[in-house]
């Protein structure tokens, strides 16, 4: 008579052990080599890992590119919005003579005009850097205001391309103002135009002239942008 426990088989009253058949062994070690992953699942995991990988890279040097590029246009804008308000400020409340720009300008070279006891010196077509490069058209300043008694048409300017300037810079690193017009239109009225670029030269075309732009997909990015803007100003103080 035979019975079975587990593991054992009882037979006429003696308890042996009941091994596994030999093929039942041989096939969970199939099974246990045939667990794994083969080298092409591994590589086809690699390459699907690496394009992904990819995707999420260029993606955020996009998003970089974008941020920067708002940044860059952000400050040139409030640059030239700054000069405008300043200037406009100056005109409408400070009383005394507003002398007007010269028509002609040379790049590099310091002009000035007067707004009552205030003096705006400035050169166009130069680019601002801490450490200027003559041979670059760079230059220490590109506009300062100062306080100064009595200012007129024949008070001299400063020389904004000397570091040791006196008064407040209006432009800042690797800008360059392009064009500042202020003219008289009429009865206490007076146009402002300004225009500003910020690049370096081999980023625009003619860098020095008073169109100065971006040259085709450096327009609007991180590394070159352009504003101006103009206003009519009726001066409210004499």
Not at 7 to 31: E, M, Q, Y
Not at 89 to 110: E, K, L, N, Y
Not at 200 to 222: M, S, V
Request: a positive charge; hydrophobic letters at 40%.
């Amino acid at each position: 008579m035979m019975r079975r426990l587990k593991g054992f088989v009882i037979l006429h009253n003696k308890a042996v052990r009941a091994w596994p058949a030999r093929g039942s062994l041989l096939g969970g070690r199939r099974c246990a080599l045939r667990s794994g992953f083969t080298i092409m699942e591994l590589l086809i995991a690699t390459v699907v890992f690496s394009v992904v990988l990819l995707v999420v890279t260029a993606g955020i040097l996009q998003i970089a590119r974008v941020y920067y590029k708002g940044v860059t246009e952000a400050n040139t804008q409030n640059t030239v919005r700054t000069i405008i308000d300043t200037i406009s400020q100056a005109i409408q409340f400070s009383g005394g003579d507003v002398t007007s720009t010269p028509a002609i300008t040379t790049p590099g070279s310091s002009y000035a005009f007067c707004v009552g006891n205030q003096q705006f010196s400035y050169t166009s077509g130069w680019q601002v850097e801490d450490s200027p490069n003559v041979s670059l058209n760079q230059t220490n300043h590109a506009l300062v205001q100062r306080s100064i008694a009595g200012c007129s048409s024949s008070t001299a300017a400063q020389n904004v391309r000397n570091p040791s300037v006196t008064g407040r810079d209006l432009v800042g690193p690797h800008m360059r103002l392009a064009n500042l017009v202020v003219s008289n239109i009429g009865p206490n009225q007076y146009r402002i135009q300004v225009r500003v670029v910020y690049g370096d030269n081999d980023l625009l075309n003619t860098p020095t002239a008073i169109t100065a732009n971006c040259k085709g997909i450096r327009a609007g990015t991180q590394f070159c942008s352009v504003s101006e803007l103009s206003t009519v100003v009726i001066k409210r103080v004499e």
